[in-house]
């Protein structure tokens, strides 16, 4: 190669070096005035807090209407007994000194209108080139009268509503909702953060909470129709009652209900528990769950419809008609009342304890031994068949035979006979005792 050619490539190659250190310089280091705001080279992140304040007056004598839309930044809401709309403003800013960030915190732009009785409050996130993802922020400290209808729209923020007689509405991105003491209807929803819900009565309006990655803890609750749903986190209800129809749900999760009422239940989860303690149904109560136990401790209902694809399914108080069928996994059903058997396991054990109602009654195991303790005066006609175990009986059976009765099978009745009972298991034992 040529001297002169390889003169001008280094003194190229020196060009670029120096560019990328004045570059540095006017960025980084802020010489030449770089960037006023939002180094995004800059990692130090100092920040800034100005607080400003609100009094809005309002007619009383009507509900206020409380529109907020909070981009970053957490909005409390109170309910008091108070005549005005009170409302304390909290902006943060973020840069590479505290000079910086004293300036940058005076330019941050809010604003609060007012028609009427309603009031609506708005910050909207200016386009930022911090790599550090500290962005400027404004909360939202809001007083307001009882009697007052809520709707907030939210984006990076926790919210947190107080002591209010009116609907709600809360749609936020990323961040907890936090809802108590409220009279009137709820509509909540997050993409990503908790739910804490408490001492909320909505009469006959409805409730429906929606988080996309978080837990709902929802407590001392009632309304029309109750909606909770969660694509992955954990459902603790405690002390619930939908007048109407209850309807909770969640793809990964468990769910738990102690103490509550509905008028019918249904229960889903892709992958979880579900406990259901000491709870009350009108009507019929629905049960799937793909990979995961079912545990029902004194849950009344007209009508149980229960499934999973791989667990155990554990019924105690059991009234009416009882279907429960899991893939891999034992059924036991005890302390029954007046019950109509559809019990089904794949591969699993089934024991039932307890008095019969209204038949045809079905109870079959693939691979599991099949153990019924009924009272000594059940009065059933039943067939039982095992392929690879034997029968007993403590209960005296009329033996029906026929020409097709093989060894393992047992056709007769029971106290004169009744109602149909059909009890089958490929591979395993079959007995009868009497329930004391």
Do not use: C
Not at 28 to 48: A, H, K, L, M, Y
Not at 104 to 120: G, H, L, P
Not at 265 to 290: F, N
Not at 305 to 317: A, Q
Request: proline share 2%.
């Amino acid at each position: 190669m040529k001297r002169p050619i390889v003169i001008v490539l280094l003194t190229l190659a020196l060009v670029f070096v120096l560019a990328g250190i004045a570059a540095v310089l006017f960025f980084f280091w802020g010489v030449g005035g770089g960037f006023p705001t939002n180094n995004p080279f800059d990692q130090r992140n100092i920040s800034s807090s100005l607080e400003e304040s609100k009094t809005l007056e309002v007619d009383t004598s009507k509900p206020v209407t409380l529109k907020v839309t909070d981009d970053a930044g957490e909005v409390t809401i109170t309910g008091a007994d108070v005549d005005a709309v009170q409302v304390k403003v909290v902006k943060t800013a973020f840069d590479s000194t505290q000079a910086r960030a004293d300036e940058e915190v005076k330019t941050i732009q809010y604003s609060i209108d007012q028609a009427d009785n309603t009031i609506t409050l708005n910050y909207k996130i200016n386009d930022s080139m911090n790599f550090s993802n500290k962005i400027n922020t404004v909360d939202f400290i809001i007083t307001v009268p009882n009697d007052v209808k809520v709707d907030v729209k939210g984006n990076i923020g926790e919210v947190n509503i107080s002591n209010t007689r009116g609907d709600i509405v809360v749609k936020n991105d990323f961040g907890n909702i936090t809802v108590t003491n409220i009279d009137g209807a709820l509509s909540l929803g997050t993409n990503s953060g908790s739910l804490n819900i408490s001492s909320v009565q909505a009469g006959s309006g409805d409730i429906e909470i929606f988080s996309g990655f978080g837990s709902a803890t929802i407590e001392q609750v009632s309304g029309g129709n109750i909606t909770i749903g969660s694509d992955s986190g954990t459902l603790e209800l405690k002390n619930v009652r939908a007048a109407k129809e209850m309807k909770l749900s969640t793809k990964f999760g468990n769910i738990k209900f102690a103490t509550g009422t509905a008028g019918s239940l249904d229960a889903e989860t892709s992958s979880g528990s579900v406990t259901l303690t000491s709870i009350t149904v009108k009507g019929d109560l629905t049960i799937k769950d793909d990979f995961g136990d079912i545990d029902l401790e004194q849950v009344k209902s007209t009508s149980y419809d229960i499934e999973t694809n791989s667990g155990s399914i554990t019924v105690n108080g059991a009234k009416g008609r009882v279907r429960a069928h899991t893939g891999f996994g034992n059924i036991e059903i005890k302390n029954a009342e007046d019950a109509t058997l559809d019990l089904n396991t794949k591969s699993g054990s089934i024991e039932f304890s307890g008095a019969l109602g209204d038949g045809p009654h079905a109870v079959h195991s693939d691979f599991g031994d099949v153990k019924l303790n009924l009272p000594a005066d059940t009065a059933i006609n039943i067939n039982m068949e095992t392929k690879f175990g034997k029968i007993t009986s403590d209960l005296p059976i009329t033996v029906t035979l026929t020409g097709d009765v093989t060894e393992g099978q047992q056709n007769g009745t029971i106290n004169g006979g009744g109602a149909e009972f059909k009890v089958d298991t490929n591979s395993g034992n079959i007995s009868l005792k009497i329930l004391k």
